[in-house]
């Protein structure tokens, strides 16, 4: 059983103990009750409320009610309680008789006030529970008006009672929460209870204070009641929590960015080392192959043209091998965040070998020991982070001149189909009282100035972030051990096989826009069997486009002097809107913010450099065929 019809809510907020039953029989206390004597509604429903009531009061209980039960009237009286911790508190009991949703007589409803021992006892009504409580209690009008406010509202507000009841309710308001206010008074004016319902009203200061409600409706009497608890330092608090979420979110973007350029520091030299060597071939092939063009070798044309073709597979061996460093670095050191998306580890695992080769093979031999393994979900730049990491950390543990050194790498797959990648080296290894903190932040075994003290720390927080682990073991004398493991991508359907472009129709008509003149040439070389038309500034190409030529589509570098890609798409929109859709960016990878916030709103190809032939002649294909489709 219920209290009094819907002034359950009501009474359930009030902080002074409420009892409700027939005889010695109790059906409801509420939350007060429950708080000051330490009993669950449980223990305290049907007779088992007595054993809070003094056993010398027992019997004057019993007869008191039982007597007004019959006569079906209240009563007011004192007697003991006992309390949660065990004490006896002397409480006066007001009494009244109530009914039930039938409008039958079903019992009494009691109030029973703290009067202290050896207190005066004052007489309480209903009043004095209205005006003693600590929260908002009002009585509002389905005409949006309040009608009665008790003391709290002052306390919170500023607002007299009649300041408060001299306008709508709505003026209070928050102009953000009118409209989830407008529902509730809805709901309640169709006599349903409503709660909890968060919302501000503003105090006498101008400020705002959060209010938490419970209300409920009484149709036939046109009235509200309600009870608004003061949430603001709550909220505030979750706020504050919220902004400390924040920050510690952007100081780990930070810290991740910082460790991969400290990374990027040790490897340059490395890298610089790395693309020398490509470099030194491909500078002497190139020089041989001019030679023998130019008939200084002194071999026969058919030995000049074997030897040329050699020559060229060596060079283009050496620029696939700086491209895949570039690429590598690029992608690296860029700051954004990705989406965890499936990817192979392998070719990380390569790409990251490739990075810090010259940092392992002056101190070690590498070996590589790879099984099969799941593809993982995760975020590849961020993974290749941990991977460089280890691998600088395995070869610095080495010491130099040390024979028989080896950083081995291992991959597989455990009992639980999990990807397994292990990094082993035969260096120093980690005290056995280090071990405990080696994933602490700023905590490092190397020398000062050696280490920032934060890779471990970030490698981990990325593979726990991934839903991954990371664990080390290590024998001081012998090496160490870093093992990481990555949860299995769900398995997906194979993709259908792309078409493959049929070859253009046509010959095409090609225009290349880039300060580098080299690009240009390259360009028309590579679409030999197009016209191919190449200016080094944005100005030629609308002046050609001025004079009436039209392109099936325009190749354009994005940082240019005098006028950017940008600005010279934006010129094409402006004034040849059928070209500005033909337009190819083209890119080294260098990015300013803005013009990274510019291409990612458009639909227009972009063409990395290096590229390969492939890729020029398949967006010339596709653009003719658009064309001829159109």
Not at 65 to 92: I, N, P, T, V
Not at 242 to 251: F, K, M, N, Q, T
Not at 371 to 379: C, D, F, T
Not at 599 to 615: A, I, R, S
Request: net charge negative.
């Amino acid at each position: 059983m219920s209290p009094v019809n819907r002034e359950y809510t009501l009474i359930e907020q009030l902080p002074i103990p409420i009892w409700q039953g027939t005889a010695a029989r109790c059906d409801y206390v509420n939350a007060a009750w429950r708080a000051f004597s330490g009993q669950t509604p449980e223990q305290a429903l049907g007779e088992g409320w007595q054993q809070a009531l003094h056993p010398d009061d027992a019997g004057r209980w019993r007869e008191t009610l039982g007597k007004h039960l019959a006569q079906r009237e209240g009563f007011e009286q004192s007697y003991r309680l006992r309390r949660g911790d065990g004490s006896w508190c002397h409480m006066r009991v007001r009494a009244a008789p109530y009914q039930g949703e039938d409008g039958v007589f079903a019992g009494v409803i009691a109030a029973w006030l703290d009067i202290r021992e050896g207190g005066a006892v004052d007489q309480v009504s209903a009043d004095d529970f209205f005006e003693m409580s600590r929260d908002n209690v009002c009585v509002a009008g389905f005409d949006g008006y309040l009608k009665r406010v008790n003391a709290s509202w002052t306390r919170t507000l500023g607002w007299t009672p009649e300041e408060l009841m001299a306008r709508p309710v709505m003026e209070l308001v928050h102009p953000d929460d009118r409209a989830a206010v407008l529902a509730a008074r809805l709901h309640l004016h169709h006599g349903n209870d409503m709660g909890p319902l968060v919302n501000r009203y503003r105090a006498k200061d101008g400020s705002y204070r959060w209010f938490e409600w419970r209300s409920v409706g009484r149709v036939e009497r046109g009235l509200v009641y309600a009870v608004a608890r003061d949430i603001t330092e709550r909220k505030d608090t979750e706020e504050r929590l919220r902004e400390a979420d924040a920050r510690s979110a952007a100081l780990q973007r930070q810290l991740l960015f910082a460790d991969r350029m400290a990374s990027m520091g040790t490897l340059a030299a490395g890298v610089a080392h790395e693309i020398n060597n490509p470099l030194a071939y491909i500078t002497a092939n190139i020089t041989m192959m001019l030679e023998n063009l130019q008939g200084e070798t002194g071999d026969s044309p058919e030995g000049r043209m074997a030897a040329l073709r050699e020559m060229a597979l060596d060079v283009r061996d050496g620029t696939e091998r700086i491209r895949r460093i570039v690429d590598g670095l690029r992608t690296f050191s860029r700051p954004e965040e990705e989406q965890q998306d499936r990817v192979d580890v392998l070719p990380l695992l390569e790409k990251s070998i490739a990075m810090t080769f010259n940092e392992i093979r002056h101190r070690a031999r590498l070996v590589r020991d790879f099984g099969p393994m799941p593809p993982v979900r995760g975020e590849r730049t961020r993974l290749e982070q941990v991977f460089v990491n280890l691998l600088v950390n395995a070869a610095q543990a080495i010491p130099d001149g040390e024979a028989d050194a080896e950083i081995r790498i291992s991959t597989g797959t455990d009992e639980q189909g999990r990807a397994v990648i292990a990094v082993r080296d035969t260096g120093v290894g980690i005290p056995p009282a280090a071990i405990g903190r080696i994933f602490d932040p700023f905590f490092t075994t190397k020398s000062v100035g050696a280490g920032t003290g934060l890779g471990l720390y970030i490698c981990h927080n990325i593979l726990t972030a991934m839903g991954g682990e990371i664990s080390v073991a290590s024998e001081p004398g012998h090496g160490s051990t870093f093992r990481v493991t990555l949860r299995a991508a769900a398995a997906l359907q194979p993709e259908p096989t792309a078409p493959q472009t049929p070859p253009a129709t046509r010959r095409a008509m090609v225009l290349v826009v880039d300060d580098e003149i080299f690009i240009g040439q390259a360009l028309r070389r590579i679409l030999r069997e197009h016209d191919v038309t190449a200016v080094t500034t944005a100005p030629e190409a609308l002046a050609l486009l001025e004079q009436g030529r039209r392109f099936d589509v325009i190749f354009s570098d994005i940082m240019m002097p005098e006028m950017s890609g940008m600005a010279f798409y934006q010129e094409l929109s402006r004034r040849f809107p059928e070209a500005a859709a033909d337009l190819v960016f083209m890119s080294g990878g260098t990015f300013t913010d803005g013009a990274s916030a510019f291409l990612e709103h458009l639909p227009n190809d972009l063409l990395p450099k290096p590229f390969t032939t492939g890729q020029v002649r398949e967006i010339v294909t596709r653009h003719v065929l658009r064309r001829e489709a159109g």
